[in-house]
């Protein structure tokens, strides 16, 4: 069953479309990941799907119900923002439960649910005090919490990693999907992190210019991207695009390898180790070009070097449009199997 469905959803100011006749689905109990650069439409697809903004076009369904014209509380959603929007005065308790305390839950209740959320996002023991007594992580998971405790069957998300440091994000990233999974909630989450991406979700919907890039699963978006754009936005580093005539080649770096003799002429610009790889910057006929080894590389810029790749993880692009072209190699499975 869908869980969230738009179709031909359209959101403007002026002669800008933040949104621009989107139409996608969000399966119940799977997490659905909103992608993209800044201004790509992503936060905005949210808002509209929370109710915060009205479509000037197009249909909103969750749950089977039309919520298109819906107040966000008739919505029946939880929603975690980027800023905790915690209250400074209450305690860590008092923020979780404050939604029930609006929506007039029993005490009883509102005491039975606090002690499970509290449970489930590991703040047992920090009820007692003030968000400024606590951590980032720890601000995050109060959020969490007052979003969990709402029972609401959709959860969005909007970049609620983003103020984090690296360590934590790696930690919250890897408890909030354990949670979705566990509460069996469907979740759209917003970020402009393609790792959060590929580590979380279930389906990826990559956004460029108010429109839908791609939409799939993460091993779909890595190894077929449908434009040159989804290949440069997934991976890190991201597939090299070299110019070849009328046709754009992508290869990811980790099908590069360095050869002695025969290959691609290459120049080595500049080296980053990694500790477990490295990733060798090169050019090749001037065009960047990015190769990652295991371990210490021996390359030092400013060596000539040569470069070979298998012609099965080649992927090609047209030149204008920028969309993929089926390969030789796939052309070939392709005749076999018929």
Known sequence: MSAIVLDHVSKGWGAMRAVDDVSLTADEGSLLVLLGPSGCGKSTTLRLIAGLEQPDGGTITIGGRDVTGMTPAERKISMVFQSYALFPHLSVAENIVFGLRVRRVSRGERDARLKRVAELVGLGQLLERKPSQLSGGQRQRVALGRAIIAEARVCLMDEPLSNLDAKLRHEMRTEIRALQQRLDMTMVYVTHDQTEAMTMADRIVLMRDGRIEQNGTPEELYNRPATAFTARFIGTPPMNIIARGDKLLGVRPEHIRVVS??????????????????????????????????????????????????????????????????????????????
């Open 261 to 338: 003799q025969d290959g691609h002429a290459a120049r080595v610009k500049t080296v980053e180790h990694l500790g477990a790889d490295s990733i060798i910057l090169c050019e090749i006929d001037g065009q960047p070009v990015s190769v990652r080894q295991d371990g210490f590389s021996q390359a030092h810029p400013g060596d000539d070097i040569r470069l070979a790749w298998d012609a099965s993880f080649e992927h090609q692009f047209d030149k204008t449009s920028e969309k993929r072209m089926p390969s030789a190699a796939s052309e070939m499975k392709r005749v076999a199997v018929v």
